[in-house]
């Protein structure tokens, strides 16, 4: 199992918490916000803003929200103005992993971001030196349960899918960023529901971690980033057996 989904399992299993402490609405709401200062504020002529939009809904975040968050993005309110930022470095083992933050403080965030790598015996590293051992992907994954894999597969390729893989829970659905909105809303409207729908980093290949120290230490990091209020994202291409990451949780 691929270090993506390997976290994307672990972060799904602890969502609940995440939503409590409202971490998941503020990363939308920076998301729409930026995506409607970027392309303007009329999701049909911006994919990116559509495609948060979605994402917030099937998030149950309630429509003044995302119309706040929009307002803002397009100046018609008062809000912060936040930069993108993409911090790339090892982490315990030798694990890539990239961390896409939006800030109103730069100064801040690169701080704290060094600060989690250096406790964890990791290292934050130039630009680049990481990146291009993921490749930018639309990804959707679908609960196994009640799901027939190969209605799923037929549904995926023709609505425009390079891939359906099976994963222990889910099935993994990968598409060409540009087609990721595409193929989304011709699932959606074929009644597939997601358990989670983003344009992602997907590794190219992963490194096993395979001791508990450094395992731990790894999963300890990526926890520290993911609760950081500027990260939106955190992508890393480990490994882990599933015996000690169950000894691990």
Not at 9 to 29: P, V
Not at 186 to 193: H, R
Request: proline residues 3%; aromatic residues 6%; contains cysteine.
């Amino acid at each position: 199992m691929s270090g993506h989904s390997k976290w994307a399992n672990i972060k799904h299993k602890k969502g609940a918490a995440d939503a409590k402490r409202g971490k998941i609405f503020t990363r939308l709401i920076k998301e729409i916000t930026v995506a409607a200062r970027m392309g303007g504020g009329d999701p049909d002529g911006n994919p990116r803003l559509r495609s948060a939009i979605a994402t917030a809904r099937s998030e149950n975040m309630p429509k003044d929200n995302i119309t706040r968050a929009i307002k803002k993005g397009t100046g018609e309110l008062e809000g912060e103005v936040y930069d993108e930022i993409l911090y790339e470095g090892y982490g315990p083992g030798g694990v890539a992993i990239l961390v896409e933050c939006m800030t109103d403080n730069r100064n801040r965030t690169v701080a704290d971001v060094r600060h989690y790598f250096a406790k964890s015996n990791g290292n934050l590293g130039e630009s680049g030196c990481v990146a291009w051992m993921f490749d930018k992907k639309g990804m959707l994954l679908v609960d196994k349960a009640g799901t027939s894999e190969e209605e799923l597969m037929d549904l995926a390729i023709e609505a425009g899918a390079e891939d359906v893989m099976e994963e222990e829970e889910h099935f993994q659905i990968l598409t060409a960023p540009e087609d990721f909105d595409e193929v989304r809303e011709s699932l959606e409207k074929a009644g597939v529901a997601f358990v989670e729908a983003s344009v992602t980093m997907i590794p190219q290949n992963t490194i096993e971690v395979t001791e508990e120290k450094p395992a731990r230490a790894l999963l300890k990091l990526l926890g520290n980033l993911e609760e950081h209020e500027d990260v939106q994202n955190v992508h890393a291409n480990f490994d882990i057996d599933d015996d000690l990451m169950e000894q691990l949780s």
